[in-house]
């Protein structure tokens, strides 16, 4: 079998132009222009990138865009103070931190401090808590994004095998906790998994959120399976180019057993800015009673 590869430009693209129509309707309803605001703390050049794709994408989706940059050597307290400054800014519907923050600051009590309103990232244990129990809140992007990947190629998610590897609250956690609430019967895999490769052979759906180049080997994907490959492994070009990226999944391998697979680039990467434009509109919509 060579597995359909899905990708995830095509799909990225459609819902950007349609959160572009919905920002129109939005803002010739209400008058009011939906805004994010990105907090950069430091000068760690894989984040600026981020950030610049970030602001360049809401801005062509007709929303606001800001970034507030903080110096490396910024104290918790300015953080905190920039957070509750935006908080309370009409203006502003989406906050996003940048993670990660220098060493000395701590991240928890910062996402924290953003109002659940306004946390588009859904890093927030008010919006994870709203996401266990099966509440309107707001959804980590990535998830997010692997979710739409998702339902491309599956049309019914009742009963099918999940495993998740990873757990983080960033990805792992929230993408189970979306495939439970698709009816899936969900492993959630980590590092004191015994036996990874068995666990990953019962998966009808198998998401790699780990952050080990190619760990999942071909052997390790149920026959017919669908892939999700999270994994962004970035590894400095050998002759002065751009940054070769790899997945947590080995594509050839994998594709040869997988009934689909994402690719690394090109992929889920492509899906999480597009589900922060989602977020982003949804949060003006929430905060001025639009329904979507
Ligand atoms: P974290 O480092 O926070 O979590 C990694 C998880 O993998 C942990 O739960 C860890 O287990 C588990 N793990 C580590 N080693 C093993 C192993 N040998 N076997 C099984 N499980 C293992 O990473 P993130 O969740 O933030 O990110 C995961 C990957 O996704 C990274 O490559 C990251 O770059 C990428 N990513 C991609 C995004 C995108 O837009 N495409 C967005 C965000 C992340 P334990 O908890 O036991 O330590």
Redesign the pocket.
């Known amino acids: 079998m060579t597995a359909t590869r899905i990708d995830g430009k095509p799909v990225a693209e459609a819902l950007r132009a349609r959160i572009g129509r919905d920002v129109a309707a939005f803002v010739q309803a209400t008058g009011i222009v939906p805004g994010l605001t990105v907090v950069l703390v430091g000068d760690d050049p894989a984040s600026q990138v981020y950030v610049r794709n970030k602001g360049k994408h809401t801005t062509d989706a007709g929303m606001k865009s800001d970034t507030i940059l903080l110096p490396a050597d910024t104290d918790q307290q300015t953080v905190l103070a920039t957070i509750a400054r935006l908080n309370a800014d009409p203006a502003v519907h989406g906050i996003l931190l940048q993670l990660p923050l220098p060493a000395h600051l701590d991240p928890l009590s910062a996402i924290n401090a953003i109002d659940p309103d306004k946390d588009v990232d859904g890093l927030h244990p008010v919006n994870a808590g709203r996401l266990a129990q099966g509440l309107p809140g707001f959804v980590p992007c ?1 998830p997010l994004g692997c979710m739409l990947l998702l339902e491309g190629v599956i049309p019914d998610f009742s009963g099918l095998e999940a495993v998740v ?4 609250n ?3 956690k929230p993408i189970a906790q979306l495939l439970l609430g698709r009816n899936c019967t969900v492993t959630m ?5 015994r036996d ?1 490769a068995a666990v990953c052979r019962r998966a009808d759906i198998l998401v790699a ?4 180049a190619e ?1 999942i080997r071909g052997g390790w994907v149920k026959p017919g399976a669908v892939v999700i490959d ?4 970035r590894f400095p070009s050998t002759t002065g180019g751009k940054d070769r990226l790899v997945g ?1 999944v080995a594509y050839a391998e994998a594709a040869e057993v997988a009934r689909a697979i994402t690719p690394v680039p090109g992929g ?2 492509l899906m ?1 800015v597009a589900c922060l434009l989602s977020n982003t509109l949804d949060a003006a919509r929430r905060r001025h009673g639009v329904s979507g």
């Open positions: 990535t590897v990873g757990r983080s960033l990805v792992g895999a980590h590092s004191r998994t990874l959120a780990v952050g080990k760990m999270v994994g962004i492994n947590d889920v990467g999480t």
